[in-house]
């Protein structure tokens, strides 16, 4: 099976841009979650989606959204770029089943932004 | 509120020497225990988990965990290291309560091999 992948791998925007990112869930995975990672606040949560509704949302401002498509692909964006944005952008997904088990994550390779 | 501590930033072994890295978590309810690796550029591989059952856990590339209770503990063990395994290790809590799933970090350490 192909893994977890995310388009593009490195972006470079301005502030007060916007930044749509990608990520192609592994075949058959429903649940896709999202993280930033950055050197001072290491990794934190974004937001979950599952069958094309955030199922949980981190503590990050509205500017910062995603989407789910009926193919389980999602996206991220980002509006009003801050400085501050500059990251890791992590995609993971998951098979989503009810009850009490939890999932394993697989992560892809990321997605590099700088602000400048 | 629920957290991941990884006392140690950096670690230094010697190749063929011993690992043990440090993770202590809070966390109200039966945890769901994770430990992940990164090298530079990649993504985060798991090493191994902890749901339920053997406290001691064997992971990938000859790794192993124990989880202790007692200590609110998950550390992460390794007999003799390899130069490939210098990277970045995370330990990570999962939050299932009810539908909030989310995995919740501790900051990483970072570790590096001498040949």
């Known amino acids: 099976k192909a893994g977890v992948t995310q388009t593009p791998r490195y972006l470079i925007k301005t502030r007060g841009q916007q930044v749509t990112l990608s990520c192609s869930p592994i075949?058959?995975?429903?649940?896709v979650s999202w993280y930033q990672q950055t050197p001072g606040q290491g990794l934190q949560f974004l937001f979950e989606?599952?069958?094309?509704?955030?199922?949980n949302k981190g503590n990050f401002p509205g500017r910062f959204s995603g989407r789910q498509f009926s193919n389980s692909r999602s996206e991220m964006n980002v509006s009003t770029l801050e400085l501050g944005d500059s990251a890791l952008y992590l995609c993971?997904?998951?098979?989503?089943?009810?009850?009490?088990?939890?999932?394993?994550?697989?992560f892809g390779p990321g997605t590099r932004l700088t602000v400048l | 509120a629920q957290s991941v501590t990884q006392p140690d930033i950096h670690i230094t072994v010697s190749e063929g020497a011993s690992l043990e890295l440090r993770c202590n978590y809070s966390?109200?309810?039966?945890?769901?225990l994770f430990w992940y690796v990164q090298s530079p550029g990649q993504g985060l591989q798991l090493l191994l988990k902890?749901?339920?059952?053997d406290t001691l856990v064997q992971g990938i590339k000859g790794f192993e965990a124990e989880f202790k209770r007692s200590q609110s503990s998950f550390n992460l063990r390794k007999p003799s290291v390899h130069w490939s395994d210098a990277a970045e290790y995370f330990c990570?809590?999962?939050?299932?309560?009810?539908?909030?799933?989310?995995?919740?970090w501790g900051l990483g350490t970072s570790l590096a091999v001498n040949p």
């Open positions: 902890y749901f339920s059952g």
């Open positions: 075949s058959g995975h429903r649940s």
């Open positions: 990570a809590v999962g939050d299932n309560a009810g539908n909030n799933r989310k995995l919740i």
């Open positions: 966390y109200g309810a039966t945890p769901y």
């Open positions: 993971a997904s998951s098979l989503f089943t009810s009850g009490s088990s939890y999932n394993e994550q697989f």
């Open positions: 989606y599952f069958s094309e509704t955030q199922r």
